[in-house]
């Protein structure tokens, strides 16, 4: 057996024991090979006496549990990044699941062999990796996990959530389906009986959490892409708009290097101004997006958008106004 293969079914084997569920054809990705490769390697394992198995459930193979192979040794790249990703994010302390990645960071650190800790602790100390400003999540650990577990085994559970669109705390009976890190915070996606569809419910609203003896039938996985269309961030309207922007040369250069929305398309004028472009299903986040350049961005479509706009701006003008003329 040549060693490029000896090191192919040791990814494969780290691969199968990771918290994923991976097809054939995930796995092909993943490891560069065609699906007959990726088939002759799982019947190495088998010969092997590895556990491997399909679930059908999930359309994947997993490594079961009870068994355990040492991963493989860390180069020093890789075990930079996995330290800066964990024990740098800055303010992530208390966020569930990225707060406990600071202590494994620790333990990670601790476990490297002597020259590598040094090189690596000296990199580590000129690092920090921001995620901009987070949303408060002291005490959310219970939750974060009550629901991981819900989530995994399927149980249907009822929410005592405080709503800001009804402006009250309301009790809900859903089917938790994926936790959500998004933005600034985590969200719990499921389908809610009472509202009959699959809403977003963020965490540090969620007041209180049951979870019922009742198992759901496992659904179709939500497809974020799909579950969230093209919103311009998470909350889909149910109608698409083309938006086009023109931005001013003062910020031209930095929108322009920013992929805001997966459908956007920009120019750079030869005059340093910067046309964005990008179909938005709709209007209410990339309005407050907009507001945010100020006088260095104009809406050139859709007309209702400009409307949106200068609405609010003659409102922000209204609450000034006086002051403003007092001063001229």
Same mark, same amino acid.
């Given at each position: 057996?040549?060693?490029?293969?000896?090191?192919?079914?040791?990814?494969?084997?780290?691969?199968?024991?990771?918290?994923?569920?991976?097809?054939?054809?995930?796995?092909?990705?993943?490891?560069?090979?065609?699906?007959?490769?990726?088939?002759?390697?799982?019947?190495?394992?088998?010969?092997?006496?590895?556990?491997?198995?399909?679930?059908?459930?999930?359309?994947?193979?997993?490594?079961?549990?009870?068994?355990?192979?040492?991963?493989?040794?860390?180069?020093?790249?890789?075990?930079?990044?996995?330290?800066?990703?964990?024990?740098?994010?800055?303010?992530?302390?208390?966020?569930?699941?990225? #707060? $406990? =990645?600071?202590?494994?960071?620790? !333990? *990670?650190?601790?476990?490297?062999?002597?020259? &590598?800790?040094?090189? %690596?602790?000296?990199?580590?100390?000129?690092?920090?990796?921001?995620?901009?400003?987070?949303?408060?999540?002291?005490?959310?650990?219970?939750?974060?996990?009550?629901?991981?577990?819900?989530?995994?085994?399927?149980?249907?559970?009822?929410?005592?959530?405080?709503?800001?669109?009804?402006?009250?705390?309301?009790?809900?009976?859903?089917?938790?389906?994926?936790?959500?890190?998004?933005?600034?915070?985590?969200?719990?996606?499921?389908?809610?009986? #009472? $509202? =009959?569809?699959?809403?977003?419910? !963020? *965490?540090?609203?969620?007041?209180?959490?049951? &979870?019922?003896?009742? %198992?759901?039938?496992?659904?179709?996985?939500?497809?974020?892409?799909?579950?969230?269309?093209?919103?311009?961030?998470?909350?889909?309207?149910?109608?698409?708009?083309?938006?086009?922007?023109?931005?001013?040369?003062?910020?031209?250069?930095?929108?322009?290097?920013?992929?805001?929305?997966?459908?956007?398309?920009?120019?750079?004028?030869?005059?340093?101004?910067?046309?964005?472009?990008?179909?938005?299903?709709?209007?209410?986040?990339?309005?407050?997006?907009?507001?945010?350049?100020?006088?260095?961005?104009?809406?050139?479509?859709?007309?209702?958008?400009?409307?949106?706009? %200068?609405?609010?701006?003659?409102?922000?003008?209204?609450?000034?106004?006086?002051?403003?003329?007092?001063?001229?």
């Amino acid at each position: 057996m040549n060693v490029s293969r000896v090191h192919r079914l040791l990814r494969l084997i780290t691969l199968l024991q990771g918290g994923r569920h991976y097809s054939a054809a995930d796995l092909a990705r993943e490891l560069e090979v065609s699906k007959r490769t990726v088939y002759r390697d799982l019947n190495m394992l088998e010969l092997a006496h590895i556990p491997y198995y399909f679930d059908p459930d999930t359309g994947g193979y997993r490594i079961r549990g009870y068994f355990f192979l040492p991963p493989i040794n860390l180069t020093l790249t890789e075990a930079l990044s996995m330290l800066a990703m964990t024990g740098r994010i800055e303010g992530a302390k208390n966020v569930p699941l990225l #707060g $406990h =990645g600071t202590r494994a960071a620790v !333990k *990670l650190e601790g476990a490297l062999p002597s020259s &590598i800790r040094e090189h %690596v602790g000296s990199v580590l100390d000129k690092m920090r990796v921001s995620l901009g400003p987070l949303a408060d999540h002291e005490g959310l650990d219970a939750t974060f996990d009550t629901l991981g577990r819900a989530v995994v085994d399927r149980r249907i559970c009822v929410l005592s959530y405080h709503s800001l669109h009804e402006r009250k705390t309301i009790r809900l009976t859903v089917k938790p389906l994926k936790l959500l890190f998004m933005g600034r915070a985590w969200y719990l996606i499921a389908y809610s009986r #009472g $509202h =009959g569809e699959t809403r977003t419910f !963020k *965490l540090s609203r969620i007041e209180e959490i049951a &979870i019922s003896s009742r %198992v759901f039938t496992k659904p179709r996985d939500v497809d974020l892409d799909g579950y969230f269309g093209n919103a311009w961030s998470m909350i889909p309207e149910g109608r698409e708009y083309r938006v086009h922007l023109r931005f001013a040369p003062k910020v031209a250069r930095n929108v322009s290097e920013v992929r805001w929305h997966r459908t956007q398309e920009t120019e750079l004028r030869p005059d340093g101004w910067l046309d964005y472009q990008a179909t938005v299903d709709g209007l209410g986040e990339i309005t407050w997006w907009i507001l945010g350049y100020g006088d260095q961005v104009e809406v050139i479509a859709p007309p209702s958008l400009r409307k949106s706009v %200068v609405g609010i701006a003659k409102s922000v003008l209204s609450k000034y106004g006086a002051l403003a003329e007092d001063r001229s």
